[in-house]
């Protein structure tokens, strides 16, 4: 080619949409493959990520008990001593009377179960299917069978409870660890990780952390709630109808609530099956018809009036993370994935917002029971970014 040639522009020969699509293309892949990576990290420290995300759940649902303290004058330090205290004996209580029930009842539901279990095994041979004992014998001979040829499976398995129990109590010690320096120096925390962000965008980056953990804060709250009422109200029933076990099954449902709009039905199945296997099928018919005036009333009224106020999200939104998150991480991730996604969707809102501090999720600064970890003089605070003076500051202040 001549120097006097003229030179040919080979990218205004491509297409625009083709150039804009392959941008969007490289960009979205590297995405992807940081979304991967962050994956795959999270599941090589499962050890420690879930104890500091249930630790952070239960931050949101403890700080306003030690903010209140803080700002009634009780150090920060004495606050957390007494919130965590009291928490860990309601908890304790809760679990040792649960436990206790559990115990006391169990044999009389396992006679129960080997009760049914013969009505069935009855109906079967008498009933319209007319199915032989050869066949039921056959079958009871198949899950024998099954067990003997898996025993192997299930003595590895027996051996490492041992492991597992020490894992339960590491992760557990962690959380309490770690529970308390976020519900002492949270504020200090967050202000020590913003400042690996450059310093134009630290104040706004900061500002939707705190209306992501204040919306983190609502979730928790309105989910205790909706949870009680769940509980309540399927144990009031079981109860009634003088089903065993009435209250731990109403505990399982209050733990499975925290998994929002599918945990109390999925948990709320059991009872149906403790109904039938004691009570017969009308009974089961009668639990299960609770469960779902329950779920109606939960959906229609509990988490638009409480969950609706605390966590804009829509409800497609909120089953898709559940899924994801139970595909990931099993239940942990159910039970996070809500979360998660309420943070995300409040933070990415502030930081996208033209006036990030006229937003719906604005966190009242101002306000020493709503914000995270108010400051106050008992607070241990860590001088950073000093507010900068103005030209004009003050009437008779120099120019």
């Known amino acids: 080619m001549s120097d006097t040639e003229?030179?040919?522009?080979?990218?205004?020969?491509?297409h625009p949409f083709v150039r804009v699509t392959a941008e969007w293309t490289w960009r979205l892949l590297l995405i992807f493959v940081g979304l991967l990576t962050l994956g795959y990290l999270v599941a090589k420290l499962d050890t420690v990520v879930i104890p500091v995300a249930i630790a952070l759940l239960s931050s949101a649902l403890l700080v306003p008990f030690v903010n209140w303290f803080n700002v009634r004058g009780v150090p920060r330090s004495v606050a957390v001593i007494m919130v965590l205290l009291a928490a860990v004996g309601v908890l304790a209580a809760i679990l040792a009377f649960v436990i206790e029930q559990f115990v006391r009842g169990f044999p009389g539901l396992a006679d129960q179960f080997t009760t049914s279990v013969t009505?069935?095994?009855?109906?079967?041979i008498d009933g319209p299917f007319h199915v032989s004992e050869d066949q039921i014998r056959q079958a009871g001979d198949s899950v024998v069978r099954a067990v003997q040829s898996n025993r192997e499976v299930l003595t590895s398995g027996a051996l490492t409870t041992a492991t597992v129990i020490a894992e339960i109590f590491a992760g557990a010690f962690l959380t309490l660890f770690t529970l308390i320096f976020f519900l002492y120096g949270g504020r200090e925390i967050w202000q020590f990780v913003t400042r690996l962000v450059p310093g134009g965008a630290r104040a706004r980056v900061r500002l939707a952390g705190e209306q992501g953990y204040q919306s983190l804060v609502g979730y928790v709250r309105a989910t205790v709630a909706v949870a009680a009422a769940d509980a309540v109200g399927i144990g009031a029933g079981l109860a009634i109808l003088g089903v065993p076990l009435a209250l731990p099954l109403a505990s399982i449902v209050f733990v499975g609530a925290f998994i929002p709009i599918v945990g109390a039905f999925i948990a709320g199945f059991l009872a149906v099956l403790v109904a039938w296997v004691t009570k017969g099928l009308l009974t089961a018919l009668i639990v299960l018809a609770i469960i779902i005036?329950?779920?109606?009333?939960?959906?229609?009224?509990?988490q638009p009036l409480l969950l609706g106020r605390a966590v804009r999200l829509h409800p497609l939104a909120v089953v898709l993370a559940i899924t994801t998150g139970i595909v990931?991480?099993?239940?942990?991730?159910?039970?996070?994935?809500v979360p998660i996604v309420a943070v995300l969707n409040t933070a990415v809102r502030s930081l996208l917002a033209e006036d990030p501090e006229k937003t719906p999720e604005q966190v009242e600064i101002n306000n020493p029971l709503v914000p995270l970890y108010p400051a106050t003089p008992n607070d241990v605070s860590v001088p950073e970014d000093p507010p900068k003076e103005t030209e004009n500051e003050g009437d008779g202040g120099k120019e």
């Open 328 to 337: 990931l991480a099993g239940i942990v991730g159910g039970l996070v994935a």
């Open 6 to 14: 003229p030179r040919r522009d080979y990218a205004a020969s491509v």
């Open 293 to 302: 005036a329950i779920m109606q009333l939960e959906g229609h009224v509990l």
């Open 119 to 124: 009505q069935v095994q009855a109906w079967l």
